[in-house]
């Protein structure tokens, strides 16, 4: 009974747009109580003499009034009417005039109920962001400063009240520190909500890009014995028949060694998130070098390294595999064509990210690898295998980048590896990190 209550009027604290309907749903859960509460203050206030016998219809009213726009309100979200995110807004204010109204006509900023109004700065806070919280805070300043000016006075509270000078500040500095403290509790919460959703999403990535691994891995191990006995038997065969360029002997040994081939990439590619060893890296530095390395053994390709130089461009990435995911991505710019038009590599700072862009003058990216980026053995190459692109990709997974492909302005392709930034200054442990 107990959770069904707590759960019933659970508020949906988050940043998410797409949460506006049930923050009007919990809005409309707290409206009819505080309608069954205004209605059973009307013993109460007329036993303290706070609320007049004449003014009892007029109180009324005002509660129903209120009540049926809460009725309507719930009749739409039962309807399923689209209601814009600003209806929260309005909703608010609403409240705070009906309740400013209620106010004013029992003793209005000195009745002892009043910071009951100050609650709609929490709520405010809560449900509402940036300019349209700081509408309502205004709109609350302004309704105190209101029943102040413009409340009856019933004859109980004649003799208990505070001069204006000394009550309209106490109430502001009051509300002010509700709202203020509210709203960091909740930015507080939302900045967590989103940092665990992140977590919980790099985590998927990385069992699935575990569960690849193990996959890759069993085939290999399933599948090597079983070649090696089909390729020594295949030799011998060839060997005591004499086979020598036999058209059919020389095409089954090609294919058997392409098989082979494809078995020492899928070794070659696998990720094992538990030993990647992360650490703080220069990504420009990283890439001038691997650049100047695969420039000693591809010496009729030009690749150009390119910098902007606004200091140290650092991420955290395991250097060795990420090295290796780019001399992929080069040797793929290489095979792609036109190498005589060289390979553009680049390093540059894009706010909270780092990006590097591997791009080439070549055919640009096939329609089948865009639609299958991420799928292993997806080529159009004559001898290719289709796992380099599928390490990158699975890389970027690892560590929480994002591999782009685009087409390059006047022909090629480029391929870009988006990184989070290490911001300076920021936290940069990564022990225990996988």
């Given at each position: 009974?107990?959770?069904?209550?707590?759960?019933?009027?659970?508020?949906?604290?988050?940043?998410?747009?797409?949460?506006?309907?049930?923050?009007?749903?919990?809005?409309v859960?707290?409206?009819?109580?505080?309608?069954l509460?205004?209605?059973?203050?009307?013993?109460?206030?007329?036993?303290?003499?706070?609320?007049?016998?004449?003014?009892v219809?007029?109180?009324?009213?005002?509660?129903?009034l209120?009540?049926?726009?809460?009725?309507?309100?719930?009749?739409?979200?039962?309807?399923?009417?689209?209601?814009?995110?600003?209806?929260?807004?309005?909703?608010l204010?609403?409240?705070i005039?009906?309740?400013?109204?209620?106010?004013?006509?029992?003793?209005?900023?000195?009745?002892?109920?009043?910071?009951?109004?100050?609650?709609?700065?929490?709520?405010?806070?809560?449900?509402?962001e940036?300019?349209?919280?700081?509408?309502?805070?205004?709109?609350?300043?302004?309704?105190?400063?209101l029943?102040?000016?413009?409340?009856?006075?019933?004859?109980?509270?004649?003799?208990?009240?505070?001069?204006?000078?000394?009550?309209?500040?106490?109430?502001?500095?009051?509300?002010?520190?509700?709202?203020?403290?509210t709203?960091?509790l909740?930015?507080?919460?939302?900045?967590l909500?989103?940092?665990?959703s992140?977590?919980?999403?790099?985590?998927?990535?990385?069992?699935?890009l575990?569960?690849?691994?193990?996959?890759?891995?069993g085939?290999?191990?399933?599948?090597?014995?079983?070649?090696?006995?089909?390729?020594?038997?295949?030799?011998?065969?060839?060997?005591?028949?004499?086979l020598?360029?036999?058209?059919?002997?020389?095409?089954?040994?090609?294919?058997?060694?392409?098989?082979?081939?494809?078995?020492?990439?899928?070794?070659?590619?696998?990720?094992?998130?538990?030993?990647?060893?992360?650490?703080?890296?220069?990504?420009?530095?990283?890439?001038?070098?691997?650049?100047?390395?695969?420039?000693?053994?591809?010496?009729?390709?030009?690749?150009?390294?390119?910098?902007?130089?606004?200091?140290?461009?650092?991420a955290?990435?395991?250097?060795?595999?990420?090295?290796q995911?780019l001399?992929?991505?080069i040797?793929?710019?290489?095979?792609?064509?036109?190498?005589?038009?060289?390979?553009?590599?680049?390093?540059?700072?894009?706010?909270?990210?780092?990006?590097?862009?591997?791009?080439?003058?070549?055919?640009?990216?096939?329609?089948?690898?865009?639609?299958?980026?991420?799928?292993?053995?997806v080529?159009?190459?004559?001898?290719?295998?289709?796992?380099?692109?599928?390490?990158?990709?699975?890389?970027?997974?690892?560590?929480?980048?994002?591999?782009?492909?685009?087409?390059?302005?006047?022909?090629?392709?480029?391929?870009?590896?988006?990184?989070?930034?290490?911001?300076?200054?920021?936290?940069?442990?990564?022990?225990?990190?996988a």
């Amino acid at each position: 009974m107990w959770e069904t209550l707590r759960s019933f009027f659970s508020p949906p604290i988050s940043a998410d747009p797409a949460q506006s309907t049930a923050k009007l749903v919990w809005l409309v859960r707290l409206r009819w109580l505080a309608v069954l509460a205004q209605i059973g203050s009307v013993a109460f206030g007329l036993e303290f003499e706070v609320l007049e016998p004449r003014l009892v219809p007029v109180f009324l009213g005002v509660v129903a009034l209120l009540a049926a726009f809460n009725a309507a309100t719930w009749f739409a979200l039962q309807r399923g009417w689209e209601l814009a995110r600003s209806h929260i807004l309005f909703q608010l204010c609403a409240d705070i005039a009906a309740l400013s109204t209620l106010l004013a006509l029992t003793g209005g900023a000195w009745n002892p109920l009043v910071p009951i109004l100050f609650v709609h700065s929490v709520l405010g806070a809560m449900l509402l962001e940036g300019r349209a919280g700081l509408l309502l805070f205004g709109i609350l300043l302004l309704c105190l400063g209101l029943i102040q000016a413009n409340s009856h006075i019933p004859p109980s509270l004649e003799n208990a009240l505070l001069p204006a000078r000394i009550l309209f500040p106490a109430q502001f500095l009051i509300a002010l520190v509700f709202w203020i403290l509210t709203a960091w509790l909740s930015r507080t919460l939302a900045a967590l909500q989103f940092h665990a959703s992140l977590a919980r999403d790099r985590q998927i990535r990385i069992d699935r890009l575990r569960a690849v691994g193990a996959l890759a891995a069993g085939l290999s191990h399933e599948l090597a014995t079983p070649l090696n006995t089909a390729q020594l038997r295949l030799a011998r065969l060839g060997r005591r028949e004499a086979l020598g360029e036999h058209p059919d002997y020389v095409t089954a040994r090609e294919e058997l060694e392409r098989c082979g081939d494809v078995l020492r990439h899928m070794a070659g590619s696998q990720l094992d998130p538990e030993r990647l060893a992360f650490e703080v890296v220069d990504v420009a530095q990283l890439t001038r070098q691997v650049c100047g390395s695969i420039s000693k053994v591809n010496e009729d390709v030009p690749i150009r390294f390119v910098w902007d130089g606004r200091g140290p461009r650092r991420a955290v990435v395991p250097s060795v595999a990420f090295s290796q995911a780019l001399i992929n991505l080069i040797e793929n710019a290489i095979e792609s064509g036109n190498s005589d038009a060289g390979i553009d590599v680049s390093v540059h700072g894009a706010g909270d990210h780092v990006d590097l862009v591997v791009a080439d003058r070549g055919e640009g990216w096939p329609a089948m690898v865009r639609s299958h980026l991420g799928e292993p053995f997806v080529t159009t190459k004559v001898n290719g295998v289709g796992l380099g692109l599928y390490y990158v990709h699975s890389l970027a997974e690892a560590i929480g980048a994002m591999l782009q492909l685009e087409d390059r302005e006047g022909g090629g392709a480029i391929a870009r590896v988006s990184l989070p930034a290490v911001i300076p200054g920021e936290s940069t442990r990564t022990e225990g990190e996988a």
